[in-house]
């Protein structure tokens, strides 16, 4: 795995302006990945970033980056209480959540739906994502949009203008750690 990888699929988190992303990489031995994400929590966690791999195929990893108090606001919620309720979860801590979401992610046929929620995607979407199987919404960028689309496009252009100016930033030299934002909320 390397930093550009992060900086492609993770600038939104990396700068404070999203909850989580997600991305798969390819891997030759799990316990590369394993290491690179010890050491990636290492270094972020005291700005507020982690990483946690979710899955391994057989040569790709699903990876993971995250802002834990982020996260717990978005998992507080109450529509994303009810939909995570609906899902079999039973406990609204980061921990708990995670381990089930995992747990969801390894074991079930179909991809876990709610993983928006712990993506920092609006309940509202998630559910309207989850109740018309994909279909139906009112536009489409980071995720489908079932509810405020203006607010929604807004969001959409932020990441985009964010990952960017990362990138570009990436490519002139500026290292990740100066990158990486740290924010607790």
Known sequence: MSEDLIIKHCSPTLAGLKTANLFTCAYAHRQDVECFAREFNRRFSR???KMLPLDFGKSRALIY??????????LSDAQAIAILKTMGYDSFDNRNCLNRLKSRVQGCPEFPHEIGLFLGYPPEDVRGFILHKGNCCKCCGCWKVY???EKAAREFAKYKKCTDIYYSKWLQGTSINKLVVKKSA
């Open 47 to 49: 700005k507020g970033v």
């Open 65 to 74: 980056v995250f802002r834990p108090t982020r996260l717990q606001r978005d």
């Open 147 to 149: 509810g405020n689309e």
